[in-house]
């Protein structure tokens, strides 16, 4: 593997200011399409006609905004390797989109998560195409919907449903954290815990149940809670909500709780103390209700699958020792299945899921050839090696 990527590199040597300036300028182009958690169609369409002008087949858009493409190999007889990248953002339509540049950096809400990651995969089909490569099996793309918040990675679910058995691993894409290799996606469960009161006057009716009252009352016992710390277990009160006026008993009153592990016992144990409490002051006569509203399966591969190895002689490549991490990405639900994946970054940064967020644009050329031969390299072994009988 090692010698192999090494010739790759050596064969298809890194442009680095072409490619990075053409990623940029694609991913600056796609931050200023408004793309939040179920808003993706702008984006969408416009990821698609950047497709079928890299001459991609088969581009469509589905229902929920993924996009989809193939690029044919020459084993068109075999299942491919998907490339993903998320379109949406955690940033609402009205979210100030500004550009800002300073130095090495460039600040833009939903700049690096992830129009860079999906300019990312753009670029690498560019690369495909200069240097007139048809890949050794057949190489499938999404531009995938609904990985962000509540999305509970409904985008991605959908399309491996769709492609079913085409796909026998998955390279994902996200637009920060060069250098670093997702292995395993961490297990979570998200709940909206809701409380109904009688309430009335804050002086007339004073004594009378408050959902306000009796949610905090629950949200302090929530936060005593102590999750593991091995396996890295953790939970956090997202969002309250409730009353209608500071002189009014509330009525209603909710609160969102985001609850995760890299253990699914342990992320199973923490959900059930947390039912416990909400059903313990059920039998007081409280009424409360608890709705799951995101549930992203936990999967891992192992450090020596081909995939792994590979992409982290890939790195090596470039002088970069990489680090191996846990996280939550649309790589989550094919691991679940069984299907060889690991999530890797285009460039650095930080500040995500904030307006200040930004990235760095040192890495970017690096980071995209980075994931184009680790493509070649897996389309290769994927044909030579049989990597679909490989276990994750």
């Excluded at 129009?115 to 048809?134: E, F, P, W």
């Excluded at 969102?256 to 039912?275: F, K, M, P």
């Excluded at 460039?347 to 184009?372: L, M, P």
Aim: charged content about 20%; hydrophobic content about 40%.
């Amino acid at each position: 593997m090692k010698t192999f990527i090494h010739d790759l590199t050596q064969r298809y040597p890194l442009d680095n200011l072409a490619t990075r300036s053409h990623v940029l300028d694609l991913a600056l182009q796609i931050q200023q399409i408004p793309a939040p958690t179920w808003s993706e169609e702008a984006r969408a369409h416009h990821v698609a006609e950047r497709l079928r002008a890299l001459g991609a087949e088969q581009v469509e858009i589905d229902a929920l905004y993924n996009v989809t493409a193939k690029i044919s190999g020459k084993r068109n007889d075999m299942a491919g390797v998907l490339l993903s990248a998320h379109t949406d953002t955690v940033f609402p339509l009205e979210t100030d989109l500004s550009i800002r540049h300073e130095g090495n950096r460039i600040y833009g809400a939903g700049l690096g998560d992830n129009s860079l990651g999906v300019a990312g995969m753009l670029g690498v089909i560019q690369l495909l195409r200069a240097h007139n490569i048809t890949p050794e099996c057949p190489v499938w793309i999404t531009a995938n919907s609904r990985e962000e918040g509540l999305g509970d990675l409904e985008g991605i679910r959908a399309v491996i449903e769709r492609l079913g058995d085409q796909i026998q691993c998955v390279i994902n894409i996200e637009g920060m954290a060069f250098g670093t290799i997702f292995k395993a996606g961490i297990a979570s469960k998200r709940l909206k815990i809701e409380v109904t009161a009688e309430g009335g006057h804050s002086w007339h009716q004073h004594g009378q149940a408050s959902a306000v009252h009796q949610l905090v009352q629950l949200a302090t016992q929530i936060t005593y809670l102590h999750p593991p710390s091995q396996p890295k277990t953790t939970l956090n009160i997202g969002i309250i909500e409730g009353g209608h006026s500071i002189n009014s008993i509330a009525t209603h009153a909710s609160l969102w709780l985001d609850l995760r592990s890299a253990g699914l016992t342990a992320l199973r144990s923490l959900e059930a103390q947390v039912l416990q409490l909400i059903e313990a002051r059920r039998r007081r006569g409280e009424q409360i209700k608890c709705h799951v509203v995101g549930n992203r399966p936990a999967g891992s591969i192992r450090e020596d699958h081909p995939l792994v190895v590979g992409a982290m002689e890939s790195l090596a490549c470039y002088n970069i020792a990489g680090v191996y991490q846990v996280g939550s990405t649309d790589g989550n639900i094919p691991l679940s299945k069984g299907i060889p994946t690991v999530t890797i970054g285009i460039g650095n940064g930080a500040n995500s899921h904030r307006t200040d967020e930004y990235i760095e644009i040192d890495a970017i050329g690096q980071g995209t050839h980075h994931v184009f031969i680790l493509l070649l390299a897996t389309c290769h072994y994927a044909v030579q090696k049989g990597w679909q009988r490989m276990a994750v």
